[in-house]
């Protein structure tokens, strides 16, 4: 097994791992993820991947893990663990805190490497549009799509809300799925906003941040009358109105992950005006 960064000529094997795990990363979501951040593989002799993560750094202060991933005939053999060290050993040489949204089936590895838990979202998925229910406008909102002044309201939102600095992420979404980068405003000043990609599965909506639950009501009405389903979204936990909310729209709850620390005492960012993460792959 050779241990490797991982560059473009991987690509058709992080995407392999990817479809074999029922994940919903698409090649695009790779490209991207490699762009901002740093992918490490293990390759077979023959040089097939056939395991990965990715280190995406946020600022100076931490970074996000993701892409564990493992091919079926060569799990449970410490794969996942090797990966994950490498990845920790990257962080720690630059002082870097860990943050990793763990699937209840890689928890367990993560806590035997130290990671803790933090909190918790879940994953609502909608199989088939239907009309919005159980929602009426709010006067004084005004829900509209993006446009170029809006960025600096949208990162001074973003910068207490996520705990660092994502402009190129945001950007980059902004640029994935149009129809879903979308704003809301009380007044002159936005108070919520809202992003999206497509899928290998499904588009996936989020992150989504707002100041209260009548604003991200605004854009997930807007959102689900304009983009096609299957859709994706991962709400934090304790955002209950909310979660009651989308199952009235049809979602169903798919499965939960946790976010987990590693280096620090508790995750970062604030997780009362973050709704929607924008995935576990990304934070």
């Known amino acids: 097994m050779r241990e490797h960064e991982l560059g473009e000529q991987h690509l058709a094997g992080a995407m392999a791992l990817s479809r074999a795990a029922n994940w919903n990363q698409n090649e695009a979501d790779w ?8 992918g490490f593989g293990l390759s077979a002799a023959d040089g097939s991947l056939i395991a990965s993560i990715v280190v995406l750094p946020y600022g100076d202060q931490f970074a996000w893990m993701s892409m564990v991933l493992v091919s079926p005939q060569h799990r449970r053999r ?11 050993g990257y962080l720690q040489a630059r002082g870097l805190v860990a943050v990793l949204d763990a699937t209840p ?33 709010v006067s004084g909102l005004k829900l509209r799509h993006l446009m170029p ?13 996520f705990g660092a600095s994502r402009e190129a992420l945001l950007r980059a979404l902004a640029a994935r799925l149009p129809e879903a980068a979308l704003v809301v405003q009380r007044g ?3 108070c919520g906003y809202l992003f999206g990609r497509d899928g290998r599965e499904a588009r996936q909506l989020g992150p989504l941040v707002a100041q209260d639950l009548p604003a991200a009501q605004a854009l997930l009405s807007h959102v689900l009358a304009s983009v096609a389903a ?6 934090v936990d304790h955002h209950t109105s909310l979660r009651s909310w989308v199952l009235l729209q049809g979602f169903t709850v798919q499965r939960p ?27």
Do not use: C
């Open 230 to 235: 299957p859709v994706y979204m991962d709400i």
């Open 149 to 161: 002044d809006d960025w600096p309201q949208i990162l001074a939102l973003d910068l207490p809300a």
């Open 31 to 38: 490209r991207m993820m490699l762009r901002l951040g740093k």
């Open 188 to 190: 002159e000043r936005i």
């Open 78 to 88: 410490g794969y996942a663990s090797r990966m994950l060290r490498r990845a920790l």
């Open 257 to 283: 992950f946790t976010r987990m620390v590693y280096g620090a005492e508790s995750a970062p960012g604030n997780n009362e005006t973050v709704m929607l993460v924008a995935g576990p792959e990304l934070g």
């Open 105 to 137: 089936a890689g928890h367990e590895v993560y806590v035997q490497e130290g990671l803790r838990d933090a909190w918790g979202f879940r994953r609502y998925s909608l199989a088939a549009a239907r009309p919005v229910t159980g929602w009426q406008d």
